[in-house]
């Protein structure tokens, strides 16, 4: 059955180091999300993309933030200076279409940031 | 702001009962809901999606969604050790954003 994957599966990065977290979503799916959770907090939204622009994003998503479809397969989050405050998991999701198709997660990446 | 709500539990039920959660949420231009499972430290697993009023049935597991209440619940039959996680409620919205607004989730605890 397809999945998503997600790598590393664990980030440890100094406060202001640049990171990029990878994802490849299923192979089928056009339409590529971000989301983090915050240890015991709820699952938030950070972006949406599709047909190699965003499409959504929410107020975290700020000009720290980017994201790039850099090939046919991959996706990636990019936090250029990162803080403590960044500590979180990411996760990257897919799904086939936009409206009423499921999303389906990666196993998420764990970014600490000291 | 968009809100969606859940008790956070813990919700403790006895192997082979019914465990009933349940989630409101407060935007009613609403169109998708989904149910995930998550275990600790682990990823959101889609277990169900419901679109329409009424109940969705899917094995040990039943959605139901009341649009004119802002509710959606999830049934699960015969509730095994292995259901224990935490269950998340996400609902997108309206129109052509699709991002998926999370609750915090309901940790569930099936005592053998």
């Known amino acids: 059955e397809p999945e998503v994957t997600q790598t590393p599966s664990h980030q440890v990065t100094q406060m202001g180091q640049e990171v990029i977290l990878r994802c490849v979503p299923i192979s089928n799916h056009l339409y590529f999300y971000w989301y983090r959770q915050i240890l015991g907090q709820k699952v938030e939204f950070l972006v949406s993309f599709y047909n190699n622009e965003i499409s959504e994003k929410s107020e975290i998503f700020d000009d720290q933030f980017s994201v790039e479809r850099p090939d046919g397969s991959n996706f990636t989050l990019k936090i250029r200076s990162t803080k403590l405050e960044d500590s979180a998991m990411y996760f990257c999701a897919s799904s086939r279409q936009g409206a009423s198709y499921e999303q389906y997660f990666g196993p998420g990446t764990r970014l600490t940031v000291t | 702001q968009k809100e969606v709500e859940q008790n956070s539990g813990p919700l403790s039920v006895p192997e082979g009962a019914i465990a009933s959660l349940n989630c409101t949420y407060s935007?009613?231009?609403?169109?998708?809901f989904f149910w995930y499972r998550q275990y600790s430290g682990k990823s959101p697993e889609l277990i169900m999606s419901?679109?329409?009023?009424g109940d969705k049935e899917d094995g040990r597991f039943t959605a139901q969604l009341n649009k004119a209440s802002q509710y959606v619940s999830l049934l699960i039959r015969d509730s095994q050790p292995s259901d224990s996680a935490t269950y998340l409620c996400?609902?997108?919205?309206?129109?052509?954003?699709?991002?998926?607004?999370f609750g915090k989730g309901t940790l569930l605890t099936v005592n053998p």
């Open positions: 996400a609902v997108r919205g309206g129109g052509s954003n699709y991002k998926l607004t």
């Open positions: 419901i679109y329409s009023n």
């Open positions: 935007d009613r231009g609403s169109q998708s």
